[in-house]
């Protein structure tokens, strides 16, 4: 019965279409898409994106698997059949989570990635199909989907249907601006339940922090959090921060206003902007300099010292880090006075100045 309902034809596409389609009024029921600021250039984004990965970029990579399996490893073909729905499935589904989490998490941190995810962050709102705007290269180039190809030629095409469909629901959800923690957050006694949950899949605050703008909010995290189902990769590798608040603010610090065409073609086109980091003549230029920055801070306000040297507004951040292994780091005055806050980025004891800066050459 389970496998006869598994093996109707294109039905992990039909339910991913419906869950789209319940989110879709869900937000239009409560006035989210009504009062939704996404331009035309957004939408174009968004849907284009959608339309192009399912109709062509999955089959292409689905095919492309199967077919290369099938030549090279023939006696591998259908291994996986003999064994149970499963654990086929966990297979699946521990094997994808582990690699999207590195491959977004190197989409951070290497500059050619980030061009293409850019656009996914370049969002200044969430909502449900917010997860299907990036480059489309990024697609191409997504373990994730080859391993989908992969699985498939392997024989285990059922654990697929119901794993990407498990999938799905965790990765709209917690894009989708209908967020169901918010409920459970007001009830205090459901907060072991909540502690429990979040430590093991993705909820709205873990992932919308993701794509909050600054941390200065002392909610997001743009430079953390960057798993698809599971939080586990997150707290193995020390990049989760927990948080059961929303950002003030979506999207990016330094956000130059894209054009779908360079956002979904980079790097075939190229912004015209020459302050997008998509343009030609784009390249991050070292601001450090060799003496401190003497700043009056206010007691209790939060600031984010610039860590890479990147920053065109020392010796604070301004998001020229994303595309590099750096992170800014969050600090508050301790008091309200003159500061030395370090220029060089070679302090010990950020972000005040130690001195350091008698090492310091460009
Ligand atoms: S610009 Fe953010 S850490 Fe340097």
């Known amino acids: 019965m389970r496998e006869d309902f598994l093996s109707i034809p294109n039905i992990d596409i039909y339910i991913v279409a419906g869950i789209l389609v319940l989110f879709f009024l869900m937000e239009t029921i409560a006035g989210a898409l009504q009062k939704s600021k996404r331009s035309a250039n957004d939408w174009i984004q968004e849907v284009g994106s959608f339309a192009i990965l399912g109709l062509i970029t999955k089959p292409l990579i689905l095919f492309s698997a199967i077919f290369l399996g099938q030549l090279l490893f023939p006696s591998l073909n259908y291994v996986l059949n003999g064994n149970i729905l499963l ?4 297979i699946f589904l521990l094997v994808d989570d582990f690699l999207q989490y590195w491959y977004h998490r190197s989409a951070h941190e290497y500059e050619f990635l980030w061009k293409l995810h850019r656009p996914h962050h370049q969002a200044e709102e969430m909502g449900f199909f917010v997860s299907y705007r990036n480059a489309a290269l990024y697609y191409l180039l997504m373990p994730n989907i080859w391993w989908i190809g992969i699985f498939t030629f392997l024989g285990g095409a059922y654990a697929i249907i119901l794993g990407v ?3 799905q629901i965790i990765i709209i959800s917690s894009h989708s601006t209908l967020s169901y923690d918010k409920i459970l957050y007001r009830y205090k006694w459901l907060s072991p339940i909540v502690f429990v949950w ?14 909050g703008k600054s941390q200065l909010d002392g909610t997001s995290d743009p430079n953390g959090n960057f798993g698809n189902m599971f939080s586990i990769w997150d707290q193995f590798f020390g990049t989760a921060s927990f948080h059961r608040a929303f950002p003030s603010e979506y999207g990016l610090q330094n956000n130059p206003k894209e054009n779908w065409k360079a956002s979904y073609l980079y790097p075939v086109i190229k912004s015209k902007d020459p302050k997008s980091e998509l343009s030609s003549n784009y390249s991050k230029t070292d601001q450090r300099k060799a003496l401190p920055s ?12 610039c860590r890479c040297g990147f920053s065109k507004n020392q010796p604070y951040c301004d998001g020229n880090h994303h595309g590099t292994k750096f992170k800014p780091l969050l600090f508050q005055a301790k008091s309200s006075k003159k500061s030395r806050i370090c220029s060089c980025k070679l302090t010990k004891t950020p972000p005040y100045c130690d001195d350091s800066h008698t090492k310091f050459s460009k």
Request: hydrophobic share 40%.
């Open 294 to 305: 003497e700043q009056i801070l206010e007691k209790g306000r939060n600031y984010l010292w």
């Open 198 to 211: 979040e430590r093991i899949f993705i909820t709205p605050a873990f992932h919308h922090s993701h794509h």
């Open 87 to 90: 654990l086929n499935l966990l």
């Open 165 to 167: 469909i498990l999938k």
